[in-house]
């Protein structure tokens, strides 16, 4: 339960610098006059905003708040708690969290007891209420504004298919969610999140909409819809991500922001003109899932000391490769979060910015205002940069001002599409880079995947055959080894996977390699001097997945070449 205040609302404003003494002896005496919580008169008298009064007291009180006006209802939470009771004790259910028996409830007074209490009583022991912070007339609001109205995205195509849409009501903001299409959208956003998808694909085709969600890597469809929904759905997202809605042969790109689960949910949103309409693809940017810690990233104890050494360096390149939608980009904020302290300055240079962080001078390139990553690298330079982080090394000029920063004392950070650690100095050389410049200014090579987690509830131990055996660098004649495979349950959505994990291979570049870089050695001999140092190859790092349960060797296979372990 949240502890009582520390200091007094008004006194608090005063220290924030938001009100003044004035202002607090002028609501001191309205107080008197009708009685009214201060915090109310602050906002009634035009002191303070109903947002900067719930973040101070969210601040005292040490409890969590949320602003409801941006939120996405969820349908299963406001089934939970009728309308009476909610206005009643001035609550709103925003999130239900199947997975952990949870509800996440806005109330205008978090410490009411009584409310909390009837509240449990009435949802039962297994179901554990958590509460959030929100302003009363926030509360009521939204009460007003969802309840009544279908949400679950079955119920508002029945209800648009009984009735008629408004296309102008679309590009509205007032009283919005009478209009079902709004509902429709926002009902299919909170699905993807809630599914952990990372992209959601709307796809026009000849007779009908395909609606497909990327889960673990992997597209799933969802939904198939009429023909004669994609024109209002597009019209919708385009509104929603500040898009030209009468634009319909030029690509376009746009951003939305949504309040769920109490957090802000980011989707970049990208419009390509095809042949049956407009695909409209629309990448989810969760914050949250994608800061990791640098001990979350799942590697063995000696990898991550060896990547703790490789970024104790105070100068040098170090480079992220792996094919898109591999995680490089969660790996760079992990070490930039990891290395981020009121001694350092760090800048980035990125296309575009995903996730804002504290700290972190963030740039986006701007090819319109002539700021590409060779420019911005070069102005960065001048802004005093300890540690340099360039979005992705595409192009000679890029590299060798990224090189540049390297050797005149910056630690530089970049991403390069290859598919391996040592492939990624063949890859510089095709560039452009040369040898010279290569030889010790590169600190080392991340090279990563991402591999499906075996569902935990489902999984199926088997003992592995003879060629699973070759897989696993397991010997002729030794005991049988016992490997998990995929199954199928309703908690993994019938998959047999359920999230994923990253599978790396670290090549710290020493003096050995250097030479072998100076003088244009081929990979094979780079190669043999890493192993011969102690370079585990990904395949490896894949393997022990598979040999701990936590994945499956058909997955594994998938992104990574074994083929080399059957000889």
Known sequence: MANKPKLPLGKLLIQKGVISEDQLRIALIEQKNNGSPLGKLFISLGFVTEATVREALSENLNQQSTDLASIVADASAIKLIPKDIA?????????????QYSLMLAMADTANIVAIDQIQAMLGKDINVIPMLASESEIMKAIDQYYGLELSIDGILQEIETGEINYKS?????????????????????????????????????????????????????????????????????VMSNMNIAETRAPQDGRISINFSGRQIDFRAAAQPTTHGENFVLRILDRQKSLV??????????????????IARPEGIILVTGPTGSGKTTTLYSILNHVNTDSVNIMTLEDPVEYPM?????????????????????????????????????????????????MTGHQVYSTLHTNSAIGSISRLLDIGILPDLMAGNIIGVVAQRLARKLCPHCKEKVAADETERMLLGIQPGTPPVMIFRAASCSKCDHQGYKGRLAIMEILKIHGELDDLIARRATAREIRSAAIASGFRPIAEDAVRRVLEGITTLDEISRIVDLTDRLS
């Open 87 to 99: 206005k009643r004790y001035h609550v709103f259910p925003m999130v239900y969290n199947k997975d």
């Open 170 to 238: 679309l590009q509205t903001v007032s009283n919005e969610y009478s209009q079902p299409l709004v509902r429709l959208m926002d009902a299919i956003l909170a699905d993807a999140v809630q599914k952990n998808a990372s992209d959601i694909h709307f796809e026009p085709e000849e007779f009908f909409l395909r609606i497909r969600y990327r889960i673990d890597g992997i597209l799933r469809q969802i939904r198939s819809l009429h023909k004669t929904y994609w024109p209002a759905m597009v019209v919708r997202l385009k």
């Open 293 to 310: 810690p640098l001990d979350g990233l799942g590697l063995e104890d000696d990898a991550l000391m060896l990547l703790k050494l490789m």
């Open 358 to 406: 504290m700290m972190i001078r963030q740039t986006s390139v701007n090819e319109s205002a002539k700021m590409g990553f060779a420019s911005g690298i070069r102005s960065m330079m001048r802004q005093d940069p300890d540690i340099i982080l360039v979005g992705e090394i595409r192009d000679k000029e890029t590299a060798e001002m990224a090189f540049s920063a390297a």
